[in-house]
């Protein structure tokens, strides 16, 4: 990304030794101050709990920038090819620092259709996926079981994608902690932020029960909680909401899996793990906060994957996993500096938080480092909710 642009009298141009508040230690917020705790920053980074637990936690670790694009969302997928792009040397840097496994495989995703309607879909999408330029082989139903022996016999295509990987976002938050900790970094757990100091319209720190912890930069890395965080103005609000997810874990035989690509059913997506859980996912549901799992989400799921796959019926069901994708009013996600100086935002992510980690580490270090927004975020700056006239300026059509 080589074009970039500076924001004048917002622009930070934080030199070596600025003090960085991150909340929220998701990946993004973890990735964010291990990156620039190596670039010299004072970074702390604050969760409210454990970190890595939340929405990090309950992900699938898709990296399918590829088969997840849909109609509307081609300048998401701009910002979504370029960190599948960097996801190998994001990958490669955090393995020597930490020497951890990441889980990060290669063989690729593939969508399968099991009935007319299915196959009327997966044509319109590949269709509109390759006029994006995106590289995908269509495959008749015997070559994708030729490929998943244990697909259901009556599947009539398939589509695969040789570049959507996927990662286990576990172990990568797992690595994350000691990679900002080995980088200078500081890792606050169980410190929730009760108020993000500003005044005279830059931000000054932030309050952390009775103490005050003075920073130059705040990053807003919150998730799902970003809109709600104690002591940001009405106007830098991010409209974000906790769209729920529910997921399934399995355990397989890791000897003799059930499956090495990841799957997409019509109803369902299924993720096999080395070493033998196999991930079925997610509901997509408007309930707020709500951690308690149901029998209709766990019905659907295990219908999804089953109708797809049916040697899921053998294995056990180790782990049922609720999680609050950060969902904003256009689904995309909020990038970049605020009204504020020095108040910086890292959020609504949706579905799309580990693919969009290297980009968004990236972009948010970038801007930080130097006080310019490389161009793939110019989309996704949080001006864009202010007014009608500046979401149709960034080409995304604001949402309510
Ligand atoms: N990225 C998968 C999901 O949100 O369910």
């Known amino acids: 990304m080589s074009q970039s642009q500076s924001l004048g009298a917002q622009s930070l141009g934080a030199n070596d030794g600025s ?73 490669y840097a955090l393995q020597a620092e930490t020497g951890q496994d990441i889980g990060y495989r290669d063989e690729g995703t593939m969508v399968v259709a099991l009935t007319r309607d299915d196959l009327e879909q997966l044509r319109f999408n590949y269709e509109f996926q390759r006029s994006l330029g ?56 169980h410190a929730e932020v009760k108020g993000i100091e500003i005044a005279e319209g830059k931000v000054i720190g932030v309050q952390v029960g009775d103490t005050f912890h003075p920073a130059d930069v705040v990053v807003v890395a919150a998730g799902a909680w970003s809109r709600d965080l104690p002591g940001l103005p ?44 196999l991930l079925i996912g997610a509901t997509t549901e408007e309930r707020g906060f709500d951690t308690r799992p149901t029998a209709g989400g766990v019905f659907s799921l295990l219908e999804g994957a089953w109708r797809a796959l049916p040697g899921i019926e053998e294995l056990v069901l180790d782990e049922i996993v609720v999680g609050f994708r950060p969902g904003s009013r256009d689904d995309a996600p909020i990038l970049g500096p605020t009204a504020v100086d020095g108040l910086v935002m890292a959020t609504g992510h949706h579905r799309n938080g580990i693919l969009l980690t290297p980009a968004t580490v990236e972009a948010i270090s970038q801007y930080i ?32």
């Open 19 to 91: 003090r960085v508040a991150v909340i929220g230690a998701g990946a993004i917020g973890l990735g964010i101050g291990w990156r620039l705790a190596r670039a010299g920053c004072k970074v702390t980074v604050f969760d409210r709990g454990e970190a890595g637990r939340s929405a990090s936690w309950a992900a699938g670790g898709m990296l399918a920038a590829g088969v997840e694009t849909e109609p509307g969302e081609e300048t998401l997928w701009q910002l979504a090819a370029w960190s599948q792009r960097l996801w190998p040397d994001f990958r």
């Open 234 to 277: 009405e106007a830098e609000r991010p409209p974000v909401r906790p769209i729920r997810g529910q997921l399934l874990v399995l355990k397989m035989n890791p000897a003799e899996p059930l499956l090495r690509h990841v799957l997409w059913a019509p109803k369902a997506y299924v993720i096999p793990r080395r070493d033998g859980r």
């Open 134 to 189: 995106i590289e995908l082989e269509w495959l008749a139903g015997s070559e994708a079981r030729r490929r998943e022996p244990y697909l259901n016999a009556g599947t009539t295509a398939a589509v695969y994608c040789r570049h959507d990987h996927q990662v286990d976002n576990r172990a990568l938050v797992t690595a994350l902690k000691p990679a900002l900790l080995k980088a200078g970094g500081e890792l606050r757990e």
């Open 369 to 400: 480092l130097t006080g310019k927004t490389v161009t793939a975020i110019q989309p996704f700056l949080p001006n864009r909710f202010r007014s009608p006239e500046s979401a149709a300026l960034s080409g995304l059509a604001a949402r309510t």
